[in-house]
């Protein structure tokens, strides 16, 4: 497998080409780039992994009634940022429909065959008339097969501080295939799924069911093994697309390349997960958090995310300050029966208790470690096989500065 970071993302593999254009949806006039378009002019397979926040934004739920059908193909995703288009009742469903018949009226396909994606403020309505004319221009860049993947990329921006792409590519028997994806997300970040948008494209053909079953996989050991501040979004969507340009039928190939490539999407999907992390709104700090020896691996998801979404924890952090009985406490209220007396926590490899008996003389240490801008807290409960690897972060003042009014 050859990997590749910041690089077009989802115009990599062949076929698709995609644009971003500015519409000034904000209203300040600035320049930004705000509305992006995927498009393949070869029919695509699709699937997509959702928010399970009951309060779902109108493209959410387009794109869920859209993918019901397997057999529905798609030609492209038309994506905008600065708005969400979430609790925005009828007129926000009328919208969301109208940005997918507009994209097909230019590129001459069915409204059937777009998707729609959203990302910014709640409970605003979309300035259509902008929106529309973004609409025209993106779908010219994208007729004219310009390669704007970066562009795209800048597009669906938000709170991030920059762009996050990588791309992946296999061998076959029948030529290589190539997978490519980019993701927007740095605040309300927490599963399932985390506040983000992202986006995959491959040249293999493969049907939506083989396209679910890889995402779901990826899916469940990357975006959903990060927060940042335990707040789940409305708009959270992953979206698939694969154009069958390269002429490879993956599920036809040998099960050693289908598994490179079920391994590719997840890698993938793990680095932009990661850039999601370390990208977290004012942050300055990236945690991996391994934790095993609890009953089975809902209790390790439960003290994991435990630790991970404290406040008191976060914001030692970041400050450098390896706060050991903060992370104890915060893994106790997960309430998973856990017994201090076999507890065992090492920052990166340096024990700092060991069934139950902290380690004093190590004191040192630690405070290096977590001055670190990166770092890894091993947990062992001693309690049964149960593990998980979880990605959280700092909380800083500036994250609170940044937050408390729109």
Known sequence: MKFYEDCEGITEPQGFFATGVPCNIMGKNNGKLDLGLIYSPRPCSAAGTFTT?????????????????????????VANSGNANACTGVQGDEDCSKMASETARHLKVHSKEILVCSTGRIGVQLPMSRITAGIADACQDAIEEL???????????????????????????????????????????????????????????????????????????????????????????????????SNVDIQHE?????????KAVIRVC?????????????????????????KNDDDADKVARCIANSLLVKSSWYGSDPNWGRIVDAAGYAKVGLDFDKFDLSYNDVPAVRQGQPLQANQAKWKEIVSQKSFVIKINLNAGKGSVVLWSNDLSEEYVNYNKSE
């Open 53 to 77: 926040n009951d309060v779902k934004a109108s493209p959410v739920r387009y794109c869920i009634n859209r993918l019901k059908d397997s057999k529905q193909i798609f030609h492209g995703v």
């Open 147 to 245: 390669d704007g993947g970066k562009a795209f990329q800048e597009a669906i921006l938000t709170s991030d501080t920059r762009t996050k792409s990588c791309s992946a590519q296999i061998q076959t028997s029948s030529g290589k295939v190539t997978i490519g994806g980019t993701v927007k997300g740095a605040g309300m970040i927490q599963p399932d799924m985390a506040t983000m948008l992202a986006f995959l494209t491959t040249d293999a053909m493969a049907s939506s069911s083989f396209l679910k079953e890889c995402l779901l996989d990826a899916v469940d050991q990357s975006f959903n093994r990060m927060t940042i501040d335990g707040d789940m979004s409305t708009n959270d969507s992953v979206l698939f697309l694969a154009n069958g340009f």
């Open 254 to 262: 040998s099960s050693d390349v289908v598994s490179e490539f079920r």
């Open 270 to 294: 793990s680095c932009l997960a990661r850039k999601c992390v370390t990208d977290g709104e004012k942050v300055t700090k990236f945690v991996e958090i391994q934790l095993q020896g609890a």
